[in-house]
Each structure stands twice: as structure tokens, then as C-alpha cells.
């Protein structure tokens, strides 16, 4: 997938770095702290360590002045639920950064709100998500435990998501057109002041409007 993302700082604090949530990492293997905390499994339910999920960043970068700037990417251990980035342009109050975003999401078996079954597909916390800054506090981005809920800020989400033609999608939000590829197509969804953006795609889905 590729993401851009505009980020306004409502803090009366200048941000230097940024910190994203790379959620679907905490399924990369039996080494995360989700999985050493959990021991594998959530409500009884246990994961599928044939099948671990992952959210690999390919490249990200910070436009400025209508230009990307590569940013390196940096890793506090092992766990890489969190990804952190220096700013090539700090954002100052009020002000706004924009970054490109390019990677590559896998989803684990069906596990912890996220994952797939068959071709049933529960598409959760799946792409690069910036934490919140919280000013002289920081960022409140904390790596994914066994116990603890997501975070993030409110936002407008502009998604298209390209499946089978045969799919049924449901997703967040209000779709706004399709477009027929021959033997895929691709769903435009809108959604104004969310929290975050999922969605579930399978083609044994009925859809029923009331």
C-alpha cells in the first residue's frame, strides 16, 4: 500500500521526530512483547505460528518544499510495533508536515482483532499510523502489549482499496465510487473525523441496506 499523510501540530511544542504504530509487527514472531506477555494466545484463543503477519515500511519521507525527503527509519529493540523518524523539517505550532509512505502489510491467521480466514479478511490496524503528540510529554506511542488499547488521533480518511471482483467489502465510512479492473476493482471510501480506518472483505458476504 502507499499512504500520505497530513499531520497539523496542535501543540504549543515543536516536533523534531514523529512516531508510527506498525501494529501488525506484534504478530512478526514469538519474540514481541505482545506474544511475550500474551504467551500466544488472547481469550483462549490461540495464534497460528505457521502464519505471523507483519507491516514493513519500504520507504518513507517528509515533503518539503514540494520535494520527499527519505527518512531513516529507527527501531528502541527488536519489538518494531514502533517506528520512529528525525524530521527533515521540524513542525513548529500551528504548522503542518506531510509524509509519502510506501509498505507492505501481511496479516496473520485470524487473531487479537486482526487477520484472515480462508478468504475472509478482517483488515485491522494494518497500515503506518502516527502516534499522538502530546508536547512536552512526547509522543504517546507505545509499543503494542497484551494489555492496552490503540491510540491515535481523529482524522479524514480518503482510502481505495482494490480487491477480487467477486469481494464483498464492508469499511469505514461512506463509499463514494468503484471502478471495474478487469478482474479486480477498487472501492473509494470517505470518512470525516474517525479514529482509525478498518475494513473486511470476503465473497461470501451478503450486503443488506435497511
Known amino acids: ?3 500520505r499523510i497530513r499531520w497539523r501540530n496542535i501543540q504549543p511544542v ?5 512516531k508510527f ?3 501488525l509487527n506484534a504478530f512478526a514472531n514469538d519474540r514481541t512483547v505482545f506474544f511475550k ?3 500466544g494466545q ?8 505457521k502464519n505471523w503477519g507483519y507491516c514493513l515500511v519500504s520507504s518513507i519521507a517528509q515533503i518539503v518544499d514540494g520535494q520527499p525527503v527519505p527518512l531513516k527509519q529507527e527501531f528502541p529493540g527488536e519489538d518494531r510495533t514502533i517506528m520512529r523518524v528525525v524530521l527533515a523539517r521540524p ?3 500551528g504548522a503542518e508536515a506531510e509524509f509519502a509512505v510506501a509498505f507492505k502489510s501481511r496479516l496473520p491467521k485470524v487473531f487479537a482483532r486482526s487477520g484472515y480466514a480462508g478468504d475472509f479478511h478482517m483488515v485491522g490496524q494494518w497500515f503506518p499510523k502516527l502516534g499522538v503528540w502530546q508536547g512536552e510529554k512526547g509522543w504517546n506511542c507505545h509499543t503494542y502489549h497484551a494489555n492496552s488499547e490503540f491510540f491515535s488521533d481523529f482524522g479524514v480518511y480518503d482510502v ?10 464492508g469499511a469505514t465510512g461512506v463509499q463514494w465510487g468503484e471502478q471495474s479492473n478487469g478482474d479486480t476493482k ?6 470525516e473525523d474517525v479514529h482509525d480506518f478498518g475494513w473486511t472483505a470476503s465473497p461470501k458476504f451478503v450486503d443488506r441496506t435497511e
Not at 42 to 49: E, H, I, P, Q
Not at 186 to 191: E, V
Request: aromatic residues 8%; proline residues 7%; charged residues 30%.
Open 37 to 39: 506477555e500474551s504467551g
Open 186 to 191: 477498487t472501492l473509494r471510501f470517505h470518512a
Open 1 to 3: 500500500g502507499t499512504e
Open 42 to 49: 488472547l481469550r483462549g484463543d490461540k495464534a497460528d505460528k
Open 91 to 93: 513542525v513548529p505550532p
Open 160 to 169: 481505495d482499496v482494490t480487491v477480487p471482483k467477486n469481494f464483498v467489502v
Open 21 to 23: 504504530h506498525l501494529y
Open 14 to 18: 515543536e516536533a523534531s521526530d514523529a
